[in-house]
């Protein structure tokens, strides 16, 4: 079991298992030296996002049967890389968050009250 902590300073919780998300596909935003990506925000994903997260090279909506990725729709949550995440922020596109299944490594990129102003509960 992953010792990892989220941004409230509490056990990381699951992000989604339905679809399978994380680095490690655990379902978890854990993270390891592996994750060059930084895939530690779980986000609840919206039309706006999907759409965005497209144009800049990322199309998160088609299935890749072969890399076991189902494709995301509306409503998803998924374990989305940080950066992406503040870049949606910056454009007014930032998909809700979910402070329980967000990793404490996040807070080296964005603070805890830019997330809560995209919080939703877990």
Do not use: Y
């Given at each position: 079991?992953?010792?990892?902590?989220?941004?409230?300073?509490?056990?990381?919780?699951?992000?989604?298992?339905?679809?399978?998300?994380?680095?490690?596909?655990?379902?978890?935003?854990?993270?390891?030296?592996?994750?060059?990506?930084?895939?530690?925000?779980?986000?609840?994903?919206?039309?706006?996002?999907?759409?965005?997260?497209?144009?800049?090279?990322?199309?998160?909506?088609?299935?890749?049967?072969?890399?076991?990725?189902?494709?995301?729709?509306?409503?998803?949550?998924?374990?989305l890389c940080v950066e992406r995440w503040k870049e949606a922020r910056d454009a007014g596109v930032a998909p809700p968050v979910i402070l329980e299944a967000t990793h404490?490594?996040?807070?080296?990129?964005?603070?805890?009250?830019?997330?809560?102003?995209?919080?939703?509960?877990?």
């Amino acid at each position: 079991m992953s010792r990892a902590r989220n941004v409230l300073n509490e056990p990381l919780q699951n992000c989604s298992t339905d679809p399978i998300t994380g680095f490690f596909r655990t379902g978890c935003c854990d993270t390891g030296g592996e994750d060059v990506g930084l895939h530690l925000v779980c986000a609840e994903m919206t039309r706006e996002f999907l759409a965005f997260s497209a144009s800049r090279g990322n199309d998160l909506t088609t299935r890749f049967s072969q890399l076991g990725f189902p494709g995301l729709r509306p409503g998803d949550r998924w374990c989305l890389c940080v950066e992406r995440w503040k870049e949606a922020r910056d454009a007014g596109v930032a998909p809700p968050v979910i402070l329980e299944a967000t990793h404490m490594s996040t807070l080296e990129f964005v603070t805890l009250d830019e997330l809560q102003t995209h919080a939703v509960m877990a």
